[in-house]
């Protein structure tokens, strides 16, 4: 058992605000996702084919259930933005369970799937739910639109203290719209996360802090 002097360096290694560590880790040691997700991080259909890419949509919908409106106001609080959501505990008390914050699928506007069903994969402009901060663009990707705007994460989903400790926690998203891609070409799209404390560039893991998949749409017109 740690002595009381070890207490602050306790506290810093399950969050160390300084470094933005969670339990020793950065956010590129905890990995990267997608969705939807195709065969080997590919995503390709056919724009009129409506059996090309309605699994990808079904994927999504059943992705952002839990991020409906409705859900996240029934069990998550409204914080603010742009600052920490600190919860320590109180000496010998454990403040548990922690709250969490509201990520509303509204939020994700043209990617939500409440205004547009089909995520734009019916007009060839598909979003991409991505947990990142910023994607990069490649040569055939044209114009690209994030949502929440800027494709950022805001300061008030972390720290993150663990499932058990809020367990109604919702994993901040990022919505990519690809709104004129260049149609029967492979798209290949490399997204990382852009902070001064994530290394993207570690030839020990070439996966950390990124995420790459392959787009195609097809067209017949």
Same mark, same amino acid.
């Given at each position: 058992? /740690?002595? +009381?002097?070890?207490?602050?360096? !306790?506290?810093?290694?399950? #969050?160390? *605000?300084? $470094? ?9 040691? #905890? ?9 080997? =991080?590919?995503?390709? @259909? ?6 090309? !890419?309605? $699994? ?12 409906? +409106?409705? &859900?996240?106001?029934?069990?998550? &609080? ?5 600052? @920490? ?8 008390? %454990? ?12 939020? =994700? ?9 089909? @995520? ?27 949502? *929440? ?5 805001? =300061?008030?989903?972390? *720290?993150?203290?663990?499932?058990? /400790? ?7 998203? &990022? /919505?990519?719209?690809?709104?004129? =891609? ?9 997204? %990382? ?6 290394? $993207?560039?570690?030839?020990?893991? %070439?996966?950390?802090?990124? &995420? ?6 097809? $067209?017949?017109?």
């Amino acid at each position: 058992m /740690a002595n +009381d002097g070890n207490k602050s360096g !306790w506290k810093e290694f399950i #969050w160390n *605000p300084r $470094t933005r560590e969670f339990c020793g880790r950065t956010a590129s040691s #905890w990995g990267m996702m997608i969705r939807p997700t195709g065969d080997e =991080l590919e995503i390709t @259909y056919t724009k009129e084919n409506t059996e090309s !890419w309605e $699994t990808y949509v079904q994927a999504l919908n059943n992705f952002l259930s839990p991020y409906n +409106d409705s &859900v996240q106001e029934q069990n998550n &609080v409204n914080c603010t933005q742009d600052q @920490y959501f600190i919860q320590e505990d109180s000496n010998s008390v %454990k403040n548990v369970p922690k709250q969490s914050c509201q990520f509303k699928r509204s939020m =994700l506007d043209q990617c939500s799937g409440l205004n547009d069903r089909f @995520y734009g994969y019916s007009e060839g402009q598909p979003c991409i739910i991505i947990k990142l901060n910023r994607g990069d663009d490649s040569e055939n990707m044209g114009n690209v639109t994030y949502f *929440p705007p800027n494709g950022t994460f805001n =300061l008030m989903y972390f *720290p993150y203290y663990g499932k058990k /400790a809020q367990v109604n926690y919702s994993q901040p998203l &990022v /919505a990519v719209k690809f709104t004129n =891609l260049t149609p029967n070409s492979d798209v290949n799209v490399e997204c %990382k996360i852009i902070a001064s404390n994530i290394q $993207t560039n570690n030839d020990r893991d %070439k996966f950390a802090g990124r &995420v790459s998949f392959k787009l195609r749409i097809n $067209t017949n017109k």
